[in-house]
């Protein structure tokens, strides 16, 4: 672990972390310490006011964010990353949007919507799923099918629907309560539509497509920095499983019939876990840092070294789960105690293993 974040942050994060769960949204003391740090704006370039990180410490961030809650990491990654588009972005429009010291992107990777042009922009329609961190997003990303007046669908020269992606603002949207799942409660994943709003031309963009901002890391290839942002919440939480595991091991009433063989061999079982996690998380690392010096230094990446990275992705969240549920028997019924704090991660990494880019090992 990098230890990026400061002792009293991760205090006060552990402390409001029940609370935002119960509330299902992050705390507002928890926001605070996200709006001062620019949590939501990691990628936003410094000429649009952003902090100006890249990708390396950006994920080791999002690591230890994860190791301390879970909720708030997705939210964070979920947020900032479709914060991401503004390297694609009209740049007034992306100076406008980050002047907000709140400002809160949220959004959904699903076409769920439709974009008829007008004769000043588009008029929009559409309904999207598992929006993170939208009770607090001042800016959601919507993708959308282009049609004509008539209701048909504008195609390229493949003949397959045209897709755009739009920035929509709060007022736009309606936010539709549906985050009913029993992990990242204080996510606040919850849906939203839009209903025949109209929004200027400049509100569409589309990313690995033109990049509208001079400064590094906006071509790094989409599938690649989705997948290590997800799955190095995986890693983060599962550690965090296992960093409790030892903890209420010993606390379990039933800790006295448990002979000196049993408990030796509950050491070997979190020693290998630890083992097998740390070493997997080391391969991961090397691979991504290989590519993204790749993509600095040269311009390009290789497809071979993008393949490992998306291998390993996969191979480092299915092996998280699994050791974590490896684990889970020894813990006693405080894990199984809808609030305590290891069930509560155990909830959160359950839920968060179930995103599509990481579900097959392979």
């Known amino acids: 672990m990098e230890n ?9 994060l552990k402390k409001y972390a029940p609370l935002a769960e119960a509330a299902g949204e992050l705390e507002p003391e928890i926001l605070e310490i996200v709006y001062r740090e620019q949590w939501f704006k990691l990628f936003v370039p410094e000429a649009y006011g952003g902090p100006g990180k890249k990708l390396p410490e950006i994920l080791r961030l999002e690591e230890e ?10 939210t964070v990654t979920l947020c900032s990353g479709a914060a991401w588009f ?30 008829i042009k007008t004769l000043d922009g588009y008029r929009i329609n559409g309904h999207w799923k598992y929006a993170s961190g939208a009770l607090h997003a001042t800016i959601f990303t919507a993708n959308c099918v282009l049609q004509h007046e008539d209701g048909t669908d504008q195609l390229d020269e493949n003949n397959e629907p045209i897709i755009r992606s739009f920035i929509l603002k709060k007022e736009e949207v309606n936010i539709l309560p549906g985050w009913s799942y029993f992990g990242l409660v204080a996510t606040g994943s919850h849906a939203f539509e839009v209903v025949n709003v109209e ?13 509208k ?9 989409f599938l690649q920095l989705a997948e290590t942002t997800l799955v190095v919440n995986n890693l983060g939480m599962a550690n965090h499983f296992i960093e409790l595991v030892e903890e209420y091991f010993y606390k379990r009433s039933g800790l006295k019939r448990f002979n000196e063989e049993q408990v030796a061999f509950f050491k070997a079982e979190l020693t290998r876990c630890k083992k097998e ?45 699994t050791n974590v549920d490896r684990l889970y028997p020894y813990c006693g019924l ?13 909830r959160d990494i359950h839920t968060a293993s179930q995103h599509a880019l990481l579900t097959f090992r392979f």
Do not use: M
């Open 86 to 115: 503004a390297g694609f972005l009209d740049p007034a429009l992306a100076k406008e949007v980050f002047a907000d010291r709140k400002v809160c992107f949220a959004g959904s990777g699903a076409v769920g919507g439709t974009a």
């Open 334 to 346: 405080e894990a199984a105690k809808r609030d305590s704090e290891i069930n509560r991660v155990w």
């Open 65 to 74: 964010l994860a190791s301390v809650d879970g909720s708030l990491a997705w």
């Open 213 to 221: 901002v001079a400064d590094q890391g906006f071509d790094y290839p």
């Open 4 to 12: 990026l974040l400061k002792p009293i942050w991760k205090e006060t």
């Open 277 to 321: 996690i740390a070493a997997l998380r080391t391969a991961f690392y090397e691979a991504f840092d290989d590519t993204w010096n790749q993509l600095i230094n040269k311009g390009k990446i290789t497809e071979a070294s993008l393949n490992e990275v998306s291998r390993l992705s996969r191979e480092l969240a299915h092996v998280a789960r």
């Open 199 to 211: 929004i200027p031309a400049n509100r569409s963009f589309r990313i690995n497509n033109e990049i």
